[in-house]
Nanobody, 123 residues
């Protein structure tokens, strides 16, 4: 049974930091490209960050560039999202997702999803 389990969300003041983790079981994460997405209340799910299978290539939503960093530890079967300089507009449920085949910033390309972790940034 494939599972992606996010953790590390919470309530933080604007300007603060959080580190999200996503631990995988039932699949070998090194065989997958990985993404972080988020969904705020009343809004569509949006792409946040991407990392290639090897970790050599990353890509970010423009509004998080320079503040967020995606990384992966294939030995631990885990992907991370380091979030610094958080803003109230970053408030959302954050999801990690696995894509077996290609570079993509589109949610339909991902076939394994976590349950999400809430990030709330107060002003």
């Amino acid at each position: 049974q494939v599972q992606l389990v996010e953790s590390g969300g919470g309530l933080v003041q604007a300007g603060g930091s959080l580190r999200l983790s996503c631990a995988a079981s039932g699949l070998t994460l090194s065989s997958y490209a990985l993404g972080w997405f988020r969904q705020a209340p009343g809004k569509e799910r949006e792409f946040v960050a991407f990392i290639s299978k090897s970790g050599s290539f990353t890509y970010y939503l423009d509004s998080v560039k320079g503040r967020f960093t995606i990384s992966r530890d294939n030995a631990k079967n885990t992907v991370y999202l380091e979030m610094n300089g958080l803003k109230p507009e970053d408030t959302a449920v954050y999801y990690c997702a696995a894509n077996p085949s290609r570079t993509s910033y589109q949610a339909p390309s991902y076939n394994h999803w976590g349950q999400g972790t809430q990030v709330t940034v107060s002003s």
